[in-house]
Every structure is written in C-alpha cells, then in structure tokens.
C-alpha cells in the first residue's frame, strides 16, 4: 500500500503570506507512460465536505483562485497558497490515485491564521 | 442542481447493521464510478470502497473489507453501503463521492455512531 504522510501537521500564517504544505508518497505516483503524477488535493472547511482543489499534482480543479498551485514530482509535492486569505482556513489532504481503485489521504495539515 | 445527498446514519450497537444511501442528482449517475469515504470525529479522511460505473467491480479498504458492501442502482441514481458486524471504530461522518482516481463531487456526509 501507498502511504502518504503530510507536513507540518498544522500552520499559522499572517493573512496576505505565503501557506506552504508538503505531502510524500512511499513510493512513486508518477506513471511513466503518460508522465504524469497520480496526487490530489482537498481542502476541508469547518463542519463542511471536502473539496478537490488540485488533480494531475499541478492542475487546478475549475473555480479554484489561481493563488492555490501544486508542485512536485514522484514522491514529493508541495501545495502553496501565495497569499493567504481569511477563507482559506481550513484542513489540507493530498491523495494519490496511482494505486487505483485502492486510494489512500494524507493525514492533514490545518491551515490558521496568525 | 448537481448534488450528492446520503442518508441512513444514526445510531447502532456493535455486531449491527446499517444501510447507507447516497442520491445522485444533476449528472449522469451511470457513467461514474463512485466512493465512500469516513471521517471518524476529529481526524482524517479514509477511503472505504469504490464501485465503477456499471457495477461491475467493487473495492474495499482491508479495515471493512468482508464486513461492507458497496453497490449502486443506476435506474434509482443511488448509491448504497451496506455495513454489517459493526464496531466502535466504525464510528464516523460516511461521504459519498463522485469520481474515478479523483473525487470531485461529495456529498454533506451522514454521521454513524457504533455504541452500546
């Protein structure tokens, strides 16, 4: 089984600065034969559902602010918010889908603010 | 509108049984695959099961693997868990989600308590 393991496992950052939340898989999520990384990221507000915010490591689901982006590659990735914002708060996963249709969720890293 | 909505939580004993079930609207049920995923109170997201569009295949996470079951109606837009020998750690908010590797349509959530 893939593990995903997520740090730090919380945050505190002054609105207007930079969120930066790194996930690592045990091994690759990168299939060789399209080249791409098999990782999402969810978002979780205060008593609501998650939401996908990331796919392909580095694509941004549709109506998500451009000042989310995802980085990385095979078994490190990184999500930054450039510029926090009081919306924002919430608890991040990263998931992979390389193993599919076996899925395994980071534990979470929850975003404050300063 | 496009929507997950589940239903069937509540509280059971241990060794019970319960049946969630998750209504589809807004989109073509039929041609996604599907998952459940729990949060027990406070902590993370686990994934449980996954069926593909047509039913024609079902997975499971080895914590419920021989205790629940995950099947779809496509002629309803509904997707059902069945969850049988219920334990206390059991006990969670259960999300239906629309999708294949990802998942980016989920439901409220319908909270399961495993308590004598």
């Known amino acids: 089984d893939i593990v995903m393991t997520q740090s730090p496992d919380s945050l505190a950052v002054s609105l207007g600065e930079r969120a930066t939340i790194n996930c690592k898989s045990s091994q690759s999520v990168l299939y060789s034969s399209n080249n791409k990384n098999y990782l999402a990221w969810y978002q979780q507000k205060p008593g609501q559902p998650p939401k996908l915010l990331i796919y392909w490591a580095s694509t941004r689901e549709s109506g998500v602010p451009d000042r989310f982006s995802g980085s990385g590659s095979g078994t490190d990735f990184t999500l930054t918010i450039s510029s926090l914002q009081a919306e924002d708060v919430a608890v991040y996963y990263c998931?992979?889908?390389?193993?599919?249709?076996?899925?395994?969720f980071g534990p979470g890293t929850k975003v404050d603010i300063k | 509108q496009v929507q997950l909505v589940e239903s069937g939580g509540g509280v059971v004993q241990p060794g019970g049984s319960l049946r969630l079930s998750c209504a589809a609207s807004?989109?073509?049920?039929?041609?996604?695959?599907m998952h459940w995923v729990r949060q027990a109170p406070g902590k993370g997201l686990e994934w449980v099961a996954f069926i593909r569009y047509d039913g024609s295949n079902k997975y499971y996470a080895d914590s419920v693997k021989g205790r629940f079951t995950i099947s779809r109606d496509n002629s309803k837009n509904t997707l059902y868990l069945q969850m049988n020998s219920l334990r206390a750690e059991d006990t969670a908010v259960y999300y239906c989600?629309?999708?294949?590797?990802?998942?980016?349509?989920w439901g409220q959530g319908t909270l399961v308590t495993v308590s004598s």
């Open positions: 998931q992979q889908y390389y193993s599919t249709p076996l899925f395994t």
């Open positions: 989600a629309k999708g294949l590797g990802t998942m980016d349509l």
């Open positions: 807004g989109f073509t049920f039929s041609s996604y695959g």
